[in-house]
């Protein structure tokens, strides 16, 4: 009777882990999304943290997010450079949000842009933020967060983007 029960709950507890969703709000709507990638800046202003992307599902397209820890707004055009060579280019929607020192952007994809997504992993995402009311600066955002251990050290964790979207756009 034990062993059935402990085999109930660790099914169970699996079962609720494994459903676990992530999930985009614009407005009052909610859009089924990736977890978040936690990436790396590396050629940003010194006031710039971290910062983050994800994919979201929006009927047959979906929508790309870009979120950074900075008091600027994101602005203009982002590209999407993929590890296969090829590049999506992300035109600026208008939709953005700035709260708790994090500028949020939020770009269109295509059903075929998805697919690209699908196909090969993100490389970097170059993108830009208005700074100080009067100029642009462009930045790169690359597709690892690099970790630094207690331990003393250094490498980087990829983000197997083409997997989460794929599974995205298959659920």
């Known amino acids: 009777m034990v062993n059935k029960t402990f085999f109930l709950l660790i099914f169970s507890t699996l079962s609720i882990y494994s459903i676990a969703q992530n999930y985009l709000y614009i407005d009052t709507r909610r859009y089924v999304s990736t ?23 929006n009927g047959s397209g979906g929508y790309f997010v870009v979120s950074v820890d900075t008091h ?4 203009g055009t982002v590209l ?21 020192g994090i500028s949020t952007g939020i770009y269109n994809l295509t ?4 697919n690209q997504l699908k196909n090969s992993r993100i490389s970097s995402v170059r993108v830009s933020c208005l700074m100080y009311s009067t100029s642009m600066h462009s930045f ?7 970790f630094h251990s207690y331990l003393g050290d250094d490498f980087d964790i990829p983000n197997y983007t083409e997997e ?7 659920y």
């Open 72 to 75: 600027h707004p994101l602005k």
């Open 111 to 114: 059903a075929a842009e998805i």
């Open 35 to 57: 977890a978040d990638w936690n990436c790396t800046i590396k050629n940003g202003f010194p006031e710039f943290g971290n910062a983050s992307l994800s994919v979201a599902k």
């Open 164 to 170: 989460d979207v794929t599974k995205l756009f298959n």
């Open 140 to 146: 790169t955002i690359y597709n690892y967060y690099h």
């Open 80 to 100: 999407i450079y993929l590890e296969n060579g090829g590049v999506i280019k992300c035109l600026d929607t208008q939709i953005k949000d700035q709260h708790d």
